[in-house]
C-alpha cells in the first residue's frame, strides 16, 4: 500500500521548491504573534485559546493543508510528470495512499508542532490548552490531506478551491451560518480537542462521536475517490 | 515478440473527433507514426499507452487490455512528449527512481544510463538539462525495464543533428533486438530514414500504412512525376502525350531529360516501354524524380 519510492519524490516536490518557504511562513507567524502576545499581556487561557483556535486552527492547519494536500500531487498532474508513476506496475491506490500519508505528515509537522510551540508559549499549556489544540491540528491535518489530495486529483484549480474551502466556508460562513459549522473538519476536530481539555476553553458545534464519524468518512472517501480518479486520470497532451 | 493491436479506435473530445476509427497493428521493429500537428499521433499514442480510454474500439497488447491495466507496463517504457520530469532531480537520482518504480535497482538504472550515454551528466540536476539531454534521460527512464514495447511521442523535437543520429541508432538497435518500437514525428526525413514501416495518420484518420514506396504505390489517383531519358526525348513526349494517363510533359533541354506527370500510376508504368519499344526509342534512365516522403505526406496533407 505504501511505496517508498512515490514517498521520496512527493517529499522532494513538497519540500524542495519555493513551497517550503510558504509552508515554514504561517508558522513562523504563528510563533511571532504568540511570543508578542505572551509579551504584551502575560499569560492568559482565554486568550491563549483565542490565538489558537481563531488563528492557527482557523487558519494556518486548513492553509497548510492546501497546500500540502494540493501540493502532493497537482503539480504532477499538471505538468505531466505524474506520467512517469503511471506508467509503472503500481496500484493507483498505493500512489494515492503514499501521497496522503506524506501530505498528512507534512501538515502535521508544518502544524501541530507550531501549534504545541505557540501554545507553550503563551501560557505553558494551561489547562491542557496547548496540547488539546495540538490534537485537533493532528486530527485536522488528517482530514484536510485527504480532502484536498483529492482536490489535486480532481482539479487544475485544486488551490483556490481549498483556499475557498478553507477561508471562505470554514471562517467565513462558519461564522455566520451555524449549518456551515456542522460540515467543517475544524469543528469535528474541535470537537475532539474538547474531549481533551474537558473545560469550556475548546468548544465544537459537533459532538465527539459526529466529529469523529465524520472525519473518518470524509478521509476514508476522499481518499478512494481519488484512487478512483487516478485510475482514470486522462494525460490530455498537448492536443 | 509483442504485438500491438489497435481495433476500430476512435475517440472524441466533446464534438471534436481526435481519432477515427482507426485500425492498425503495431509488429516488432521499427515503426514510424507520421502525421501533420494536429493529426491525432499524440491522441493515439496515449490511447497505446492507456493513458486515455478510447471512446469506441479497444487497445490491445499481445491480447491484453492496455487500459486501466497497470500490469501491462512491465511490458511497456514511454517517452513522452512533455517535458516535465521532476526537474528537481539529478538525471541518476530520476532514472533510479524510475527503476525502483519497476520493482528493480540501482543496477538497471545504471544500465540504462549507459544505453543513452548520459552517465557524464547523470550527477547534474535535470533542471540544468538541454532537451536532448532531457529527451535522453527520458529515454533511459523508458528503458530500466527492458520492455518488449518502446512508445515515444515526438522523440526528436529540440534535438541537434548528432544527438538525432545516436536517438535513432538506437531506436533501430532496439527495434534489431526483435522490439516493437513505435515513434511519432511530423517530420518526413526522420520517419524515412529510422522506420522499417509507416503509419499515416492525417486529422484523425488512418491515411495509409506500409513501407513508404508501398504507401505511394497505393495512392494511384495521385500525380507521379517522372524523370526520363532516353535516345530520343521530343518523340517519346510526342507518343505519350497521347495518352490520358500522362497529364503534363516538360522537355527539360538543361538536363537534357523529359519531366513527365503520370495521373494513372498503373497504366503509365506499361504504357512508357510500349511506348519506347514501339517507336523504336531507347529508354536511358526512368526514375521517380518524387520519391521522398515529403511529396506523398503534402499529397496526403492536402487530401
Same mark, same amino acid.
Given at each position: 500500500?505504501?511505496?517508498?519510492?512515490?514517498?521520496?519524490?512527493?517529499?522532494?516536490?513538497?519540500?524542495?521548491?519555493?513551497?517550503?518557504?510558504?509552508?515554514?511562513?504561517?508558522?513562523?507567524?504563528?510563533?511571532?504573534?504568540?511570543?508578542?502576545?505572551?509579551?504584551?499581556?502575560?499569560?492568559?487561557?482565554?486568550?491563549?485559546?483565542?490565538?489558537?483556535?481563531?488563528?492557527?486552527?482557523?487558519?494556518?492547519?486548513?492553509?497548510?493543508?492546501?497546500?500540502?494536500?494540493?501540493?502532493?500531487?497537482?503539480?504532477?498532474?499538471?505538468?505531466?510528470?505524474?506520467?512517469?508513476?503511471?506508467?509503472?506496475?503500481?496500484?493507483?491506490?498505493?500512489?494515492?495512499?503514499?501521497?496522503?500519508?506524506?501530505?498528512?505528515?507534512?501538515?502535521?509537522?508544518?502544524?501541530?508542532?507550531?501549534?504545541?510551540?505557540?501554545?507553550?508559549?503563551?501560557?505553558?499549556?494551561?489547562?491542557?490548552?496547548?496540547?488539546?489544540?495540538?490534537?485537533?491540528?493532528?486530527?485536522?491535518?488528517?482530514?484536510?490531506?485527504?480532502?484536498?489530495?483529492?482536490?489535486?486529483?480532481?482539479?487544475?484549480?485544486?488551490?483556490?478551491?481549498?483556499?475557498?474551502?478553507?477561508?471562505?466556508?470554514?471562517?467565513?460562513?462558519?461564522?455566520?451560518?451555524?449549518?456551515?459549522?456542522?460540515?467543517?473538519?475544524?469543528?469535528?476536530?474541535?470537537?475532539?480537542?474538547?474531549?481533551?481539555?474537558?473545560?469550556?476553553?475548546?468548544?465544537?458545534?459537533?459532538?465527539?462521536?459526529?466529529?469523529?464519524?465524520?472525519?473518518?468518512?470524509?478521509?476514508?472517501?476522499?481518499?478512494?475517490?481519488?484512487?478512483?480518479?487516478?485510475?482514470?486520470?486522462?494525460?490530455?497532451?498537448?492536443? | 515478440?509483442?504485438?500491438?493491436?489497435?481495433?476500430?479506435?476512435?475517440?472524441?473530445?466533446?464534438?471534436?473527433?481526435?481519432?477515427?476509427?482507426?485500425?492498425?497493428?503495431?509488429?516488432?521493429?521499427?515503426?514510424?507514426?507520421?502525421?501533420?500537428?494536429?493529426?491525432?499521433?499524440?491522441?493515439?499514442?496515449?490511447?497505446?499507452?492507456?493513458?486515455?480510454?478510447?471512446?469506441?474500439?479497444?487497445?490491445?497488447?499481445?491480447?491484453?487490455?492496455?487500459?486501466?491495466?497497470?500490469?501491462?507496463?512491465?511490458?511497456?517504457?514511454?517517452?513522452?512528449?512533455?517535458?516535465?520530469?521532476?526537474?528537481?532531480?539529478?538525471?541518476?537520482?530520476?532514472?533510479?527512481?524510475?527503476?525502483?518504480?519497476?520493482?528493480?535497482?540501482?543496477?538497471?538504472?545504471?544500465?540504462?544510463?549507459?544505453?543513452?550515454?548520459?552517465?557524464?551528466?547523470?550527477?547534474?540536476?535535470?533542471?540544468?538539462?538541454?532537451?536532448?539531454?532531457?529527451?535522453?534521460?527520458?529515454?533511459?527512464?523508458?528503458?530500466?525495464?527492458?520492455?518488449?514495447?518502446?512508445?515515444?511521442?515526438?522523440?526528436?523535437?529540440?534535438?541537434?543533428?548528432?544527438?538525432?543520429?545516436?536517438?535513432?541508432?538506437?531506436?533501430?538497435?532496439?527495434?534489431?533486438?526483435?522490439?516493437?518500437?513505435?515513434?511519432?514525428?511530423?517530420?518526413?526525413?526522420?520517419?524515412?530514414?529510422?522506420?522499417?514501416?509507416?503509419?499515416?495518420?492525417?486529422?484523425?484518420?488512418?491515411?495509409?500504412?506500409?513501407?513508404?514506396?508501398?504507401?505511394? #504505390?497505393?495512392?494511384? $489517383?495521385?500525380?507521379? %512525376?517522372? /524523370?526520363?531519358? =532516353?535516345?530520343? *526525348?521530343?518523340? &517519346?513526349?510526342?507518343?505519350?502525350?497521347?495518352?490520358?494517363?500522362?497529364?503534363?510533359?516538360?522537355?527539360?533541354?538543361?538536363?537534357?531529360?523529359?519531366?513527365?506527370?503520370?495521373?494513372?500510376?498503373?497504366?503509365?508504368?506499361?504504357?512508357?516501354? #510500349?511506348?519506347?519499344? $514501339?517507336?523504336?526509342? %531507347?529508354? /536511358?534512365?526512368? =526514375?521517380?524524380? *518524387?520519391?521522398? &516522403?515529403?511529396?506523398?505526406?503534402?499529397?496526403?496533407?492536402?487530401?
Amino acid at each position: 500500500m505504501y511505496d517508498p519510492t512515490v514517498a521520496r519524490l512527493t517529499y522532494r516536490g513538497l519540500l524542495g521548491r519555493r513551497r517550503a518557504l510558504i509552508l515554514g511562513a504561517l508558522p513562523v507567524l504563528l510563533i511571532v504573534i504568540s511570543v508578542a502576545v505572551r509579551a504584551f499581556t502575560g499569560t492568559d487561557d482565554q486568550v491563549a485559546a483565542d490565538v489558537l483556535g481563531g488563528f492557527a486552527l482557523a487558519t494556518m492547519v486548513p492553509i497548510i493543508g492546501v497546500i500540502a494536500g494540493t501540493g502532493a500531487i497537482g503539480p504532477e498532474i499538471d505538468d505531466g510528470s505524474v506520467v512517469y508513476l503511471l506508467a509503472k506496475p503500481i496500484k493507483r491506490p498505493t500512489i494515492i495512499f503514499t501521497k496522503l500519508i506524506v501530505a498528512i505528515a507534512v501538515t502535521m509537522a508544518f502544524s501541530a508542532i507550531p501549534t504545541f510551540l505557540a501554545g507553550m508559549i503563551l501560557n505553558g499549556n494551561g489547562q491542557q490548552i496547548a496540547v488539546a489544540y495540538t490534537v485537533a491540528a493532528l486530527v485536522a491535518s488528517i482530514a484536510y490531506a485527504a480532502l484536498f489530495l483529492l482536490l489535486g486529483t480532481i482539479t487544475r484549480h485544486a488551490v483556490v478551491f481549498g483556499l475557498v474551502y478553507a477561508l471562505v466556508w470554514e471562517a467565513l460562513f462558519g461564522s455566520l451560518v451555524a449549518g456551515a459549522r456542522t460540515l467543517s473538519v475544524q469543528q469535528w476536530s474541535l470537537a475532539v480537542a474538547h474531549e481533551v481539555t474537558g473545560g469550556d476553553l475548546v468548544t465544537s458545534d459537533v459532538g465527539l462521536a459526529t466529529g469523529t464519524v465524520l472525519l473518518i468518512a470524509v478521509t476514508v472517501v476522499a481518499t478512494w475517490f481519488a484512487g478512483q480518479k487516478l485510475r482514470t486520470l486522462t494525460l490530455a497532451g498537448e492536443e | 515478440m509483442t504485438t500491438l493491436n489497435i481495433d476500430h479506435v476512435s475517440r472524441w473530445f466533446g464534438n471534436v473527433v481526435a481519432v477515427n476509427d482507426i485500425t492498425m497493428t503495431i509488429s516488432p521493429g521499427v515503426t514510424g507514426l507520421l502525421g501533420p500537428n494536429g493529426a491525432g499521433k499524440s491522441t493515439l499514442i496515449n490511447m497505446m499507452g492507456g493513458f486515455l480510454a478510447p471512446s469506441t474500439g479497444s487497445v490491445t497488447l499481445d491480447g491484453q487490455a492496455v487500459w486501466r491495466n497497470e500490469q501491462i507496463y512491465r511490458q511497456i517504457g514511454i517517452v513522452p512528449e512533455r517535458e516535465a520530469m521532476y526537474d528537481f532531480l539529478t538525471g541518476r537520482e530520476f532514472v533510479v527512481a524510475n527503476a525502483e518504480l519497476h520493482g528493480l535497482g540501482k543496477k538497471a538504472a545504471q544500465k540504462a544510463l549507459a544505453t543513452v550515454e548520459m552517465e557524464y551528466a547523470q550527477d547534474r540536476k535535470i533542471s540544468t538539462y538541454s532537451k536532448g539531454m532531457r529527451q535522453r534521460v527520458k529515454m533511459a527512464s523508458a528503458l530500466v525495464h527492458e520492455p518488449s514495447l518502446l512508445l515515444l511521442d515526438e522523440p526528436f523535437n529540440g534535438m541537434d543533428p548528432r544527438q538525432r543520429m545516436q536517438l535513432m541508432d538506437l531506436l533501430r538497435r532496439m527495434g534489431d533486438e526483435g522490439r516493437t518500437v513505435l515513434f511519432s514525428s511530423h517530420i518526413l526525413e526522420e520517419v524515412e530514414q529510422l522506420a522499417s514501416h509507416i503509419e499515416v495518420i492525417v486529422a484523425g484518420r488512418h491515411a495509409a500504412s506500409g513501407d513508404f514506396r508501398r504507401i505511394r #504505390r497505393l495512392m494511384t $489517383d495521385r500525380p507521379h %512525376r517522372y /524523370l526520363v531519358r =532516353s535516345s530520343d *526525348d521530343r518523340a &517519346l513526349a510526342a507518343a505519350l502525350i497521347a495518352d490520358p494517363s500522362t497529364s503534363g510533359i516538360e522537355v527539360d533541354l538543361q538536363e537534357g531529360a523529359l519531366r513527365i506527370q503520370a495521373v494513372d500510376f498503373g497504366r503509365f508504368t506499361a504504357l512508357l516501354p #510500349r511506348v519506347a519499344r $514501339d517507336h523504336g526509342i %531507347r529508354l /536511358l534512365a526512368v =526514375s521517380p524524380s *518524387d520519391e521522398s &516522403l515529403e511529396s506523398v505526406f503534402s499529397y496526403l496533407v492536402a487530401a
